[in-house]
């Protein structure tokens, strides 16, 4: 049972650079969701998609990009990694309407930008 | 903007005590509300789902409650077990697609 999963667990990055988060979910649901999580902040919405071709923005969109081409995967990109993104970062999905299933979230990414 | 909140910040109890969690929300306009844990290092689990035409739901030793006339949705845990210890979060399912996190409970059992 492989729900959703994320990749890297662990990743360091210098200003400036970028990366891709991975996400990817085997249950075939429609919506998939981005946070981040920082202390004293709880979690908070970066984006979300409703379907492939379909995105959105959350609550802290600046410096993040989204796409999602198939419904198994979406990807979160950092473009120029900042030290205000050091962050655990959580993908979760669920199906479209949120009153027939709970969201199911990744064990997260831990971000650290010097 | 909804704000969430939940009370207390930690919580630290013996085994076998039966407790209660709060979470309390500004905009009464949720879709739903879900009860979460989540152990250090690890990602979140659901624990409860409240839909919107329901006011409470129960798994085993879990039993939550929602009044969205007050803005408030409870956590009951029975008989409390040292495997109970993690972070709770509460959510509010805002606009229909955005899920408005609190920033938890931590919750200590000693045996």
């Known amino acids: 049972n492989a729900g959703v999963t994320q990749t890297p667990k662990f990743q360091v990055l210098k200003t400036g650079q970028s990366m891709t988060l991975q996400c990817a979910q085997d249950m075939n649901h429609e919506y998939m969701s981005w946070y981040r999580q920082d202390p004293g902040m709880g979690l908070r919405l970066i984006h979300y998609?409703?379907?492939?071709?379909?995105?959105d923005q959350g609550e802290v969109p600046n410096g993040y990009n989204v796409s999602r081409s198939t419904t198994e995967d979406f990807p979160l990109r950092l473009l120029s990694a900042a030290p205000s993104q050091t962050s655990v970062y959580f993908c979760?999905?669920?199906?479209?309407?949120?009153?027939?299933?709970?969201?199911?979230f990744g064990e997260g990414s831990r971000l650290t930008v010097l | 903007k909804q704000e969430v909140t939940q009370i207390p910040a930690a919580l630290s109890v013996p085994e076998g005590e039966n407790l209660v969690l709060n979470c309390s929300f500004t905009d009464s306009a949720i879709y739903n509300l879900q009860w979460f844990r989540q152990d250090p290092g690890k990602g979140l689990t659901s624990l409860l789902l409240?839909?919107?035409?329901?006011r409470e739901q129960t798994s085993g030793r879990l039993n939550a409650s929602l009044d969205k006339s007050s803005g408030r949705s409870t956590l009951y845990i029975a008989a409390s077990q040292p495997g109970d210890s993690a972070t709770y979060l509460c959510?509010?399912?805002?606009?229909?697609?955005?899920?408005?996190f609190g920033t938890g409970t931590r919750l200590l059992v000693s045996p």
């Open positions: 979760a999905s669920r199906p479209l309407d949120p009153n027939t299933g709970e969201l199911f």
């Open positions: 959510a509010g399912t805002q606009s229909f697609q955005k899920l408005v």
């Open positions: 998609s409703v379907g492939a071709g379909i995105t």
């Open positions: 409240i839909q919107s035409s329901q």
